[in-house]
């Protein structure tokens, strides 16, 4: 780690007892492999923002992700004056706030959008595993004490291929889009510590599952993961995830975010439905932030924005149909 790296977290610790994973240096350096410009703000109102900008031609759009840190109205002001004399076009801030935080964006005149980063997510608090474990649903448990006597073999890694593979399956089953294996490979080569947990098939060795998690700041964070389906009665996918907060916990983390679930009182319709069940099974706490806003700092800009994301959306459409 650099000193100016070491600098810029070991301020934002100053700031905020369970900061951002979002927020810290290295994430910006991924942002930055993968095309976007990152400015690093101190903020006057003693506030800080690891801000991706992406520049539109002639104009620009700035996104916060779980910032600014710490998120107050104040901090909130520092920040627009900022994209303001940057010439911003558009601002997209999501803050890791209270859901009621929503309130103070609305008055600043920013616009809720859909979400970037999971709006909802699930934190279990961390205990040594065998307690841990009990904590857990029965089907939980079970799953995994199943899949342990069946012979599956989990392994720490930093496969980012298989991950791809993994994911692949799931963008298939569920029609959604996920990363290639290229920004895998920045987040296992840039993140501080982060891991692959593969789960195989005792015979053959058969990949089932991939979970991909970020460790930073005592909590871990699981941001991806797949699993290809097959031979579900070996509970690889159950094996998998188990691991990753096993180890967790092992390692001394003191919470596991399982990063994204339905919001409460989602009905089946949901396309989060299945995994929201799946999670909730590990236990732990739903936690709700505000979600993504916008604010429109100049409506021509932001109107040539909307146009080139349309367009790339489009050509990204026509590329993932092509057999």
């Known amino acids: 780690m650099s ?3 070491a600098r810029w977290d070991g301020e934002l610790d100053d700031l905020a007892p369970q900061v951002p994973l979002l927020q810290t240096w290295a994430w910006g350096e991924v942002q930055i492999r993968s095309g976007w410009t990152v400015e690093r703000v101190r903020l006057p109102s003693a506030a800080m923002a690891s801000i991706q900008v992406r ?4 104009t620009q759009e ?19 004056a900022w994209a303001r004399n940057s010439g911003v076009a558009r601002l997209v801030v999501e803050p890791e706030a209270p859901e009621t935080f929503g309130e103070v964006l609305a008055a600043k005149g920013f616009k809720k959008i859909a979400p970037i980063q999971p709006q909802h997510t699930r934190i279990v608090t961390l205990m040594p595993p ?50 290639d294996r290229r920004y895998y490979e920045l987040l296992l080569e840039l993140l501080p510590w982060c891991r692959t947990y593969t789960a195989f098939a005792p015979e053959k060795r058969e990949p089932l599952a991939t979970v991909l998690v970020a460790r930073h ?30 180890s967790a916990a092992e390692a001394g983390c003191t919470d596991f975010d399982l990063w994204g679930v339905p919001p409460p009182g989602a009905g089946d319709e949901h396309r989060w439905h299945g995994i929201g069940i799946f999670k909730s099974e590990f236990g732990g706490e739903v936690v709700a932030y505000p979600g993504a806003w916008e604010l429109v700092l100049s409506a021509a800009g932001a109107t040539l924005i909307g146009i080139e ?3 790339r959306a489009y050509i990204r459409g026509l590329k993932r149909n092509i057999p």
């Not at 857990?136 to 392994?155: C, P, Q, S, T, W």
């Not at 930093?158 to 089953?173: F, G, M, P, T, Y």
């Not at 700041?217 to 070996?234: D, I, K, Q, V």
């Open 3 to 5: 000193s100016e790296s």
């Open 55 to 58: 520049k539109v031609g002639p």
């Open 62 to 80: 700035a996104y916060v992700p779980r910032g600014p840190v710490p998120a107050s109205e104040e901090t909130l002001a520092s920040l627009v």
């Open 130 to 179: 065998n307690e841990l474990l009990a904590t857990f649903r029965h089907g939980r448990r079970y799953n995994i004490r199943a899949g342990l006597k069946r012979g599956v073999i989990v392994e720490e890694g930093k496969d980012a291929a298989e991950l791809a593979h993994q994911s692949a399956a799931v963008e298939r089953r569920e029609s959604i889009h996920l990363p």
């Open 217 to 246: 700041g005592g909590r871990a964070y699981s941001l991806f993961a797949g699993r290809s389906g097959r031979h579900r009665e070996l509970m690889g996918n159950d094996l998998a995830w188990w691991s990753a907060i096993s």
């Open 309 to 311: 994301r349309k367009t």
